[in-house]
């Protein structure tokens, strides 16, 4: 399957400790984004990268959340010091310059 | 702020029924247009899009979309649901004059076809 994957695909933890979810794109979209999906809800964007540059942050993304994508492959979200208000499915997709999106399937994040 | 509202958040229908689900966004300058949908258990799809010409797209599984610039629209139809068509559907918009490419997206519109 070359589709966007991520993992883990189901996440719990306790109030106040880190996580950390990886994404791996289609190999040749140099765009990646990150998105977070209430229940509800639409996926609301947090952050973008073009290749290893991280272009984009919405305001969503609190100094308890950080994104890398060190060598414009595959990236990586960390969130420090959860909080219940954080459970949530994170949501991975990448692209091609103004192409559209293609999504991984989430990590389903629960905090307890 | 740019937004995206769906105007049904579940619609119910009898297979062969025709299906219009609304989308509207609040953007004056120049938009890419999706739908997508997500069946029960799967991810995000994408089902169709719109970028520029022909304002009338069609995307997979028989749908179609309708970009009306004057009325900030992109409505998704069907002619003929089938059940299979059971599934949540999204629109979205990115604005090509304001950020470098993420989508909004509307709050989703939650399908039901009974057999």
């Known amino acids: 399957d070359t589709g966007v994957s991520q993992n883990p695909r189901h996440k719990i933890t306790k109030r106040g400790q880190n996580v950390t979810f990886r994404c791996d794109p289609i190999?040749?979209?140099?765009?990646l984004y990150w998105y977070r999906q209430t229940l509800g809800q639409g996926p609301e964007f947090l952050t973008y990268?073009?290749?290893?540059?991280?272009?984009?942050k919405s305001r969503l993304l609190s100094d308890r959340f950080s994104a890398e994508r060190p060598k414009g492959s595959f990236s990586t979200l960390e969130i420090q010091r959860t909080e219940q208000g954080d459970s949530a499915m994170y949501l991975c997709?990448?692209?091609?310059?103004?192409?559209?999106?293609?999504f991984g399937p989430g990590t389903r994040l629960t905090v307890t | 702020a740019q937004s995206v509202s769906q105007h049904n958040h579940h619609v119910i229908l009898s297979e062969a029924a025709s299906l219009e689900l609304g989308c509207n966004y609040s953007y004056g300058g120049t938009v890419n247009l999706f739908w997508y949908v997500q069946y029960p258990g799967q991810h995000l799809q994408l089902l169709l899009k719109y970028f520029s010409g022909d304002p009338l797209v069609k995307g997979i599984k028989g749908f179609e979309a309708e970009f009306i610039k004057s009325k900030f629209s992109f409505n998704l139809r069907k002619p003929s649901v089938q059940w299979s068509d059971t599934a949540e559907y999204f629109c979205?918009?990115?604005?090509?004059?304001?950020?470098?490419?993420?989508?909004?997206f509307g709050k989703g519109t939650k399908l039901s076809v009974k057999p």
């Open positions: 997709a990448s692209s091609t310059d103004r192409a559209e999106q293609y």
């Open positions: 990268f073009q290749n290893e540059a991280q272009l984009e």
């Open positions: 190999s040749e979209h140099n765009r």
């Open positions: 979205a918009v990115n604005a090509l004059g304001g950020s470098q490419g993420n989508l909004i």
